[in-house]
């Protein structure tokens, strides 16, 4: 099975600030997807990303997928603190089932 | 359209009791998956069905826990015999072909005591 780690586990900043978390792996990915969990809530899917090198835009989210294909990052402009919540990126492993990371817990201190 | 619907959201069982979950995909998918996610981790596969056929299952998925889509449509989740280990969010998931368009429910989340 194919890992992913994601970093940091847990990051806290103030509201206004910049901040950009990671998600590698040892491996290649067909496809990665940036979800965003609430507590108690299942994730939500935010982006889906397939071509090495791809940037995609939401708001103030920026997504990147490494061009080999094995890593990815999100970026987060201004931050609110409606964006507070656990952050998972995932790979698909074939065609059937995603490898999650480990998740980044972000709280957006007001 | 819903989404993905899962019901009941919350169980608390006693251990050695049977419990089962249900899962309404959106109504177009013919993909479903199950995931289970603990404390402090990302969601971690379970099984997967395209149609009414289940064609993978985790080594995680013990022989105390059986899933079922009978129509092609909604999926039910059973676990024989819960252990306190048991104690997760169950999530299910649907997509229409592909994995990485995958939705997921709001999870129902179970407490063995």
């Known amino acids: 099975t194919q890992l992913l780690e994601q970093s940091p586990q847990f990051l806290s900043i103030q509201e206004g600030e910049n901040l950009t978390v990671y998600c590698n792996s040892s491996?290649?990915?067909?496809?990665l997807q940036w979800y965003r969990q609430e507590p108690g809530e299942g994730p939500v899917l935010l982006v889906t990303v397939v071509t090495g090198g791809e940037v995609k835009k939401l708001k103030r989210l920026t997504f990147q997928f490494g061009d080999a294909r094995k890593d990815s990052s999100l970026h987060i402009t201004a931050a609110q603190p409606g964006d507070t919540g656990l952050y998972l990126c995932?790979?698909?492993?074939?065609?059937?089932?995603?490898?999650f990371g480990q998740g980044t817990r972000l709280t957006i201190n007001p | 359209d819903t989404g993905v619907s899962q019901n009941p959201r919350h169980k608390i069982t006693k251990r050695g009791q049977n419990v089962t979950f249900r899962c309404d995909p959106i109504?177009?998918?013919?993909?479903l998956y199950w995931y289970r996610q603990t404390l402090g981790q990302g969601p971690e596969f379970l099984t997967y069905f395209q149609n009414e056929a289940q064609l993978e299952k985790s080594r995680l998925l013990s022989d105390r826990f059986s899933a079922e889509r009978p129509k092609g449509s909604f999926s039910t989740l059973e676990i024989q015999r819960t252990e306190q280990g048991d104690s997760a969010m169950y999530l299910c998931?649907?997509?229409?072909?592909?994995?990485?368009?995958?939705?997921f429910g709001q999870g129902t989340r179970l407490t063995v005591v």
């Open positions: 109504s177009e998918h013919n993909r």
């Open positions: 491996s290649v990915f067909s496809s």
């Open positions: 995932a790979g698909a492993e074939g065609a059937q089932k995603l490898v």
């Open positions: 998931a649907s997509s229409l072909g592909t994995v990485n368009k995958a939705f």
